[in-house]
């Protein structure tokens, strides 16, 4: 959870302030779908798309400060779409993203009576279970905050812990989640019917796969069932450590657990005080995540650096130095078999430089719709490993940037036209590998993925030595099939030569004449248009009639220019 920086209680809403509150959401996202509409579609159109060019990166800034300032005000689910946007560094330009990252340390904490109260109504009163609670919140989230505390002697020996934490919801969080997500639901929908955004994501679905996530993070009966299933999966495992539960006292809507607090793992300075190097911490970090997204199919899913501590090992006898302690469970996340599967093989292939076998990996994981045509896409995946497979964050920085300027000109529109998607499951899943890196290259400037993913792909490819046997003999087997069946192909051929019947197609080359032909008859629209309105204002003067028809029939050049571009879409 994040600090704490307002002082500002937020009251239980009523019905007033529900609809108040939805509307305010609504009317936010209708006006910047509009903006986006207008710049982003109706300008390129008819013929003005360098002025959206020009005021992209204002315009992205601009959204991200008013989002911000929403986001902050009305707390809730709010804050957790501002904190999922913020982490979307592989699709969000950086205007919006580093203008969202403050939103990890904006939500003001609640009053510390109306805390005491709900916490009471669970759990009796505080004096018979705790021997102190401190009122000033350790910290504070958008869904509920902490404060630290002691158990009386008799229950601490029951629960076999003194010094815990104890979370409480926000008063009134269950009817302000209910209605972001309604809120949230109808944006959603919006959505749907914009191809750009339909073409690459169901967003309904996505809504409803937060909004189970949300309502899951409100439900401490869940994050305490978490915390133990991931203590479970790392059970035997010197690298992490997590909190004990004091299940006596946990309810839906109060978590007491074990008191972890150490150092923050981005606190350079703390961590070089305990003889720590954060360049050592990094790979072990990688590591673990790797470990919880390819091999256990359970991840923490909100892996942010407020939620991760790194704690010296007391025990002078013990293996390690220190280890990775986890908090907040409320965000977890799991990968599916067949996607783990999926994960895995493109991990191996990332890590092996394998354009063709990264493509293969990423239609398996569902990122490509299955009627995707895939060989430029893996010419393309190959070209890219040529020049900067192997290359960490501070040498990427070193590259010429005419260089990604130029792949990003014989590719840019390759990638743009292909039908990915985003699979409901991958939500969570681009979260946490997106903070993971963002970590990583916090702790070390020089660090390079490569390193961890290599000799973790290398131990996965050992794991599945008999599925790859398996998978050898399959290719065999379909080999033989394509050399059984070549003759005849081959005997097809000569045929369709002979009678010139055989026809190449180039799917590259017919995207670029037809986008060459789209662009011709929307100039030639926008052209007519503006000499048939210029035409129009300048007659009206002396013959309003003729005038207006001008100005009128104007209209039918400047519609034909809207739909030419609309199926370009």
């Keep these: 959870m994040a600090s704490v920086r307002r002082d500002r209680a937020d009251p239980v809403p009523g019905a007033g302030d529900t609809r108040a509150r939805y509307r305010r959401i609504l009317r936010f996202a209708a006006w910047h779908l509009a903006v986006t509409w207008w710049f982003e579609l109706l300008l390129p159109r008819v013929g003005l798309g360098r002025i959206a060019e020009r005021t992209r990166a204002r315009r992205m800034r601009r959204f991200a400060?008013?989002?911000?300032?929403?986001?902050?005000?009305?707390?809730?689910?709010?804050?957790?779409?501002?904190?999922?946007?913020?982490?979307?560094?592989?699709?969000?330009?950086?205007?919006?993203?580093?203008?969202?990252?403050?939103?990890?340390?904006?939500?003001?904490?609640?009053?510390?009576?109306?805390?005491?109260?709900?916490?009471?109504?669970?759990?009796?009163?505080?004096?018979?279970v705790f021997s102190s609670v401190e009122e000033t919140p350790i910290a504070a989230a958008s869904l509920g905050q902490a404060h630290r505390a002691q158990l009386l002697p008799a229950n601490a020996a029951e629960a076999g812990l003194a010094s815990v934490v104890l979370k409480v919801q926000r008063p009134g969080i269950d009817a302000i989640v209910d209605v972001d997500l309604a809120a949230l639901r109808k944006v959603g929908g919006w959505l749907r019917h914009v191809r750009l955004v339909s073409d690459r994501a169901d967003m309904p679905a996505?809504?409803?796969?937060?909004?189970?996530?949300?309502?899951?993070?409100?439900?401490?009966?869940?994050?305490?069932?978490?915390?133990?299933?991931?203590?479970?999966?790392?059970?035997?495992?010197?690298?992490?450590?997590?909190?004990?539960?004091?299940?006596?006292?946990?309810?839906?809507?109060v978590l007491t657990l074990e008191d972890v607090s150490a150092i923050k793992i981005t606190d350079a300075g703390a961590l070089a005080a305990a003889g720590i190097d954060p360049a050592q911490v990094a790979p072990v970090f990688a590591s673990v995540m790797f470990d919880q997204l390819f091999t256990n199919g359970f991840f923490h899913a909100d892996p942010h650096p407020g939620n991760i501590f790194v704690t010296p090992n007391t025990d002078s006898a013990a293996e390690r130095p220190w280890k990775l302690t986890f908090i907040d469970f409320g965000m977890m996340g799991e990968v599916p078999s067949r996607t783990r599967s999926g994960l895995r093989k493109l991990l191996i292939a990332a890590a092996s430089r394998d354009g063709k076998g990264l493509v293969t990996a990423i239609s398996e994981v569902g990122v490509l719709v299955p009627s995707a045509d895939t060989a430029e896409l893996e010419r393309a995946m190959t070209h890219l490993f040529a020049r900067f497979g192997g290359m960490g964050f501070a040498e990427l920085r070193e590259v010429d940037p005419r260089e990604f300027l130029d792949f990003a000109v014989e590719f840019g529109d390759l990638v743009r036209s292909l039908p990915f998607q985003v699979p409901e499951n991958f939500l969570l899943i681009i979260r946490a590998m997106s903070l993971t890196s963002g970590v990583c290259s916090s702790l070390d400037a020089r660090f390079n993925l490569w390193d961890s993913v290599e000799p973790y792909a290398a131990q996965l490819l050992r794991d599945e030595r008999g599925n790859i046997v398996q998978d050898v003999a399959q290719q065999a087997f379909d080999a033989a099939g394509v050399a059984l069946r070549l003759p005849k192909r081959l005997d097809g051929l000569v045929t369709r030569v002979e009678d010139g019947s055989l026809s190449v197609a180039n799917p590259r080359l017919e995207r670029q004449v037809a986008r060459l032909d789209r662009t011709a008859q929307r100039s030639a629209s926008a052209l007519i248009f503006g000499a048939l309105l210029i035409a129009g204002s300048v007659v009206r003067g002396d013959d309003t009639v003729l005038g207006n028809v001008l100005m009128i029939a104007s209209v039918v050049p400047l519609l034909h220019g809207l739909w030419i571009g609309h199926r370009g879409l």
């Design 65 to 128: 400060q008013h989002f911000h300032v929403l986001a902050v005000d009305l707390g809730g689910l709010m804050i957790k779409v501002g904190q999922f946007l913020s982490s979307r560094l592989d699709v969000l330009p950086p205007e919006i993203t580093r203008e969202l990252e403050g939103l990890q340390d904006e939500v003001p904490p609640v009053p510390f009576p109306a805390i005491r109260a709900l916490a009471e109504a669970e759990l009796g009163a505080l004096d018979r």
């Design 206 to 253: 996505l809504v409803e796969e937060f909004a189970q996530t949300s309502l899951e993070e409100i439900d401490y009966l869940n994050e305490a069932a978490n915390a133990e299933r991931f203590a479970t999966d790392f059970a035997d495992d010197d690298r992490v450590g997590v909190p004990g539960v004091a299940w006596e006292w946990t309810t839906r809507r």
